[in-house]
């Protein structure tokens, strides 16, 4: 297998996928452990691994093929919504090193569960989580 990388073997082709859209630069393809009906993977040809070990040039391009992608699944599935997920890491969830955005059609409804794990922040700690953090 290409890289020993599951995504570079199916944008070179050794793997068959559910292609949806390619040009030079990108591929998107059916996600095979859908989280909801038209779950689309959109990659990068080029191997990186993940968002940090990206170049601003590529990721501008695989952001724009995000949103074309997106669209034409809005438009033609059709759905209400959708989530982009980006995961970085095996802390996040990261199974498949080689960067991935994940447009995930939402259809509104009881089964639709959007649900993320928030809690009610305070104030004081968010505080001085800001100063912490702060890059400006
Ligand atoms: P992540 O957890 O963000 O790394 O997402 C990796 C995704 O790739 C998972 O949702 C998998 O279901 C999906 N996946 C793994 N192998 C394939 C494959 N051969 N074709 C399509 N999707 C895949
Ligand atoms: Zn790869």
């Known amino acids: 297998m290409t890289n020993n990388c599951v995504f570079c073997a199916i944008a070179a082709g050794e793997i068959p996928s559910f292609k949806i859209y390619e040009d030079e630069n990108v591929l998107a393809y059916l996600d095979i452990n859908p989280f909801s009906n038209g779950h689309t993977l959109v ?47 095996a802390a996040a969830g990261q199974s498949v090193n080689h960067l991935h955005f994940h447009i995930v059609p939402r259809f509104g409804g009881a089964n639709d569960n959007i649900e993320f794990c928030s809690q009610k922040g305070d104030m004081e700690e968010l505080k001085k989580l800001a100063e912490k953090l702060r890059m400006i």
């Open 43 to 89: 990659i990068p040809k080029a191997h990186s691994s993940c968002l940090l070990d990206s170049s601003d040039d590529s990721l501008a391009y695989v952001i724009a093929a995000v949103k074309k992608v997106a669209n034409h699944i809005k438009t033609v599935l059709p759905c209400d919504g959708f989530n982009i997920l980006q995961n970085n890491g």
